[in-house]
């Protein structure tokens, strides 16, 4: 296992730096590179498959149980979120976001150890399954929200600055990209709800203790929530709901840093 994860980490780690760098030329010469960036982001993802597959196929349980694991999963969940919309041209600027923290992420997954050989786990399957996999979902949705929020926000400056050049750049509408935030968040809370009241469940029935990450979890549940009562209640839209995304994600970023894997339970 351990040689055909390198054979693959290769192609994967290849395919995403490409795309990031490709993403990042475009905006000097937007049009050149685009290509390049797609079929990087492509390449990418489907070795990166083919190495979930493999680990899948060898592993004795749930192969992505471990902090590191998880992380492999959820940078091939994000860049998969991404394809639906980033293949079309006015989404491709997210990729100037996605695709750097997918290298990133993934090279320090391989780095502690989560593409090779699958580590046993402590909980079922099933459990597992459920739990990791809808909060792994969730998490990739509300990074898909914050790469909108900050595409909005940049967009939103370029044109209040009139900044030279700036209808060069083929990207979304201020509302496109303002009614998308909306939506990514409206899929993953759902996911999350789902998969942190798992977890919660298992909680009590093991009758352990609640630790630091589990309340930056419900926190994030909260403040996620709270975004689309105001927009759909109180008709936030625009800056104010592209910030509170961006916060949002920063407690997502502190939680996925803590999770081994994402809720801890006590032996």
Same mark, same amino acid.
């Given at each position: 296992?351990?040689?055909?994860?390198?054979?693959?980490?290769?192609?994967?780690?290849?395919?995403?730096?490409?795309?990031?760098?490709?993403?990042?030329?475009?905006?000097?010469?937007?049009?050149?590179?685009?290509?390049?960036?797609?079929?990087?982001?492509?390449?990418?993802?489907?070795?990166?498959?083919?190495?979930?597959?493999?680990?899948?196929?060898?592993?004795?349980?749930?192969?992505?149980?471990?902090?590191?694991?998880?992380?492999?999963?959820?940078?091939?969940?994000?860049?998969?979120?991404?394809?639906?919309?980033?293949?079309?041209?006015?989404?491709? *600027?997210?990729? /100037?976001? $996605?695709?750097?923290? @997918?290298?990133? #992420?993934? &090279? =320090?997954?391989?780095? !502690? +150890?989560?593409?090779?050989?699958?580590?046993?786990?402590?909980?079922?399957?099933?459990?597992?399954?459920?739990?990791?996999?809808?909060?792994?979902?969730?998490?990739?949705?509300?990074?898909?929200?914050?790469?909108?929020?900050?595409?909005?926000?940049?967009?939103?400056?370029?044109?209040?600055?009139?900044?030279?050049?700036?209808?060069?750049?083929?990207?979304?509408?201020?509302?496109? *990209?303002?009614? /998308?935030? $909306?939506?990514?968040? @409206?899929?993953? #809370?759902? &996911? =999350?709800?789902?998969? !942190? +009241?798992?977890?919660?469940?298992?909680?009590?029935?093991?009758?352990?203790?609640?630790?630091?990450?589990?309340?930056?979890?419900?926190?994030?549940?909260?403040?996620?929530?709270?975004?689309?009562?105001?927009?759909?209640?109180?008709?936030?839209?625009?800056?104010?709901?592209?910030?509170?995304?961006?916060?949002?994600?920063?407690?997502?970023?502190?939680?996925?840093?803590?999770?081994?894997?994402?809720?801890?339970?006590?032996?």
């Amino acid at each position: 296992m351990t040689e055909t994860a390198l054979l693959l980490i290769w192609p994967a780690l290849a395919g995403y730096t490409q795309a990031a760098v490709a993403y990042a030329g475009d905006t000097v010469r937007p049009g050149r590179l685009v290509r390049y960036a797609i079929w990087g982001v492509r390449i990418g993802w489907l070795a990166q498959t083919v190495l979930l597959v493999a680990q899948a196929v060898s592993a004795d349980g749930f192969p992505w149980g471990t902090w590191a694991g998880s992380l492999n999963l959820f940078v091939w969940m994000c860049v998969g979120v991404y394809l639906i919309w980033g293949c079309r041209a006015p989404f491709r *600027l997210l990729g /100037l976001v $996605v695709m750097p923290l @997918a290298v990133v #992420l993934l &090279a =320090l997954a391989w780095a !502690a +150890g989560g593409v090779g050989e699958p580590a046993r786990t402590e909980f079922g399957n099933v459990f597992l399954a459920f739990h990791v996999g809808l909060i792994l979902a969730a998490f990739a949705g509300f990074t898909l929200a914050a790469a909108l929020a900050g595409l909005y926000l940049w967009q939103d400056r370029r044109l209040k600055q009139r900044t030279p050049g700036v209808l060069k750049l083929r990207s979304p509408s201020l509302e496109t *990209l303002d009614q /998308l935030t $909306v939506r990514a968040i @409206a899929f993953a #809370l759902p &996911a =999350l709800t789902v998969g !942190a +009241g798992i977890g919660l469940a298992r909680l009590e029935r093991d009758d352990a203790s609640i630790d630091p990450i589990i309340g930056l979890t419900l926190l994030t549940w909260v403040v996620y929530a709270s975004f689309l009562i105001l927009r759909w209640e109180a008709g936030w839209r625009g800056r104010r709901t592209a910030y509170l995304a961006l916060a949002g994600f920063a407690l997502v970023a502190v939680v996925r840093v803590g999770l081994t894997p994402f809720i801890h339970f006590s032996p």
